[in-house]
Every structure is written in structure tokens, then in C-alpha cells.
């Protein structure tokens, strides 16, 4: 279904709605889930447009966010450890980003304030007040865990479960299962 008209992609016997257009290479960084290790991931992204209104949509993992290099798991996993778990930057970063630290190790990550302000953008329907950023991270944190499917566990890892849930809720990606068409051509890990 086309998430901009809300065209069938396929209707049943009818044209195709939704017409591939060609193939997006997208990077993403960050463990995919809450216990896994950094990496960085080259996904292949199937385009499609749509026949009725010409939108061009990217089938995508629900993971993805828009326009950030990490995925939705490490962001929440990072605010969750640097807020909830009070570790300090250079921790943070060392568990959710595949790169060796530079500067960070003295003056913390500066990812997990821009992300901390970010998050009604990333994430949006987030209520997140102009408070400090350790405090706005807590409330991201807090409310991505309230979307989890699960009723409890670990606040961190209810947000990591959380930060994807919401990700779907929003973008409506319904043109094929998503692992069908999303192509992991290289995954490589912190040496
Ligand atoms: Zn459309």
C-alpha cells in the first residue's frame, strides 16, 4: 500500500499500484538489538513508485530512522545507558557505535545530546520537554519502553523493543514483509 495516497500496492487482479524503482544502498550503524555488538551494515533498499501519485517510497526495515546514520535500537540503547544506567559517554559509545573513540573518551559523545534534543524528531508523537539533555533522554527513554510489546522488563531494553514499534506505528511500510526486500550486502564489526 502506498503510505502517501494509500493506493493498494497490489490490488487483486487490478495493475500494480506500486512499480520497482531501482535499488538505494543505506548504511546503518549500531548493535540491531539491545544485546547485540556495534556494527556497520550496508542494506540494499528496494524503491518503488507509485502509479497514482508518483511518491517514490523506500521499503525499509523497521529499524531505519530517517536521515541518521545509527539505527533505532542503538539510539535508544545509547540514551538508555547514558541516562537510565548513568554510564558515561565514552561507555555508551564503546557498547552502540562501531568506530574507535576520538575526543569522546574526555568530553563524553556529543551524539547522545543531539539525539537526546532530536528525539521528538526522530521518533515523532514523543512529548519531550526543553529540559537538559539527560533529562530529556530519560523521558525518550521512558516513553519508547511504554511502546514495547512486552508489559515489562529492563527499561532499556523495553525502549530498544519500543523505539522500533514505534517506527512501524508511524510509517505504515506495507509493500512486502520487509526482510524480503532488504539485501545485507556487508556487516562488519569492531575490530
Ligand atoms: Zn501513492
Do not use: F
Not at 556495534?38 to 501519485?53: A, D, G, K
Not at 517510497?57 to 536521515?67: E, I, K, N
Not at 546514520?69 to 557505535?97: D, F, K, T
Not at 529492563?154 to 517506527?167: D, E, K, S, T, Y
Amino acid at each position: 500500500m502506498c503510505p502517501c495516497c494509500g493506493a493498494p500496492g497490489a490490488p487483486l487482479g487490478g495493475r500494480l499500484g506500486l512499480v520497482g524503482h531501482g535499488i538505494r544502498e543505506r548504511q546503518v550503524l549500531g548493535p540491531c538489538t539491545a544485546e547485540g555488538r556495534p556494527e556497520l551494515i550496508v542494506l540494499r533498499l528496494r524503491r518503488y513508485r507509485c502509479r497514482h501519485c508518483g511518491a517514490i517510497v523506500t521499503s525499509a526495515p523497521a529499524g531505519l530512522l530517517r536521515h541518521v546514520l545509527y539505527g533505532a535500537v542503538a539510539i535508544a540503547l545509547a540514551l538508555g545507558l547514558w541516562a537510565h544506567g548513568w554510564q558515561p559517554g565514552a561507555r555508551v559509545r564503546a557498547v552502540v557505535s562501531p568506530w574507535r573513540a576520538g575526543a569522546e573518551r574526555w568530553h563524553g559523545w556529543r551524539s547522545l545530546r543531539r539525539w537526546a534534543q532530536s528525539g521528538a524528531r526522530l521518533w515523532p508523537g514523543l512529548q519531550v520537554a526543553s529540559v537538559g539533555a539527560r533529562e530529556q533522554a530519560t523521558s525518550i527513554v521512558t516513553q519508547l519502553a511504554a511502546r514495547a510489546a512486552e508489559a515489562s522488563g529492563a527499561v532499556v531494553a523495553l525502549a530498544c523493543c519500543g523505539a522500533v514499534m514505534h517506527i512501524t506505528a508511524q510509517n505504515g511500510w506495507t509493500i512486502d514483509p520487509p526482510e524480503l526486500s532488504v539485501e545485507v550486502i556487508s556487516s562488519s564489526h569492531r575490530r
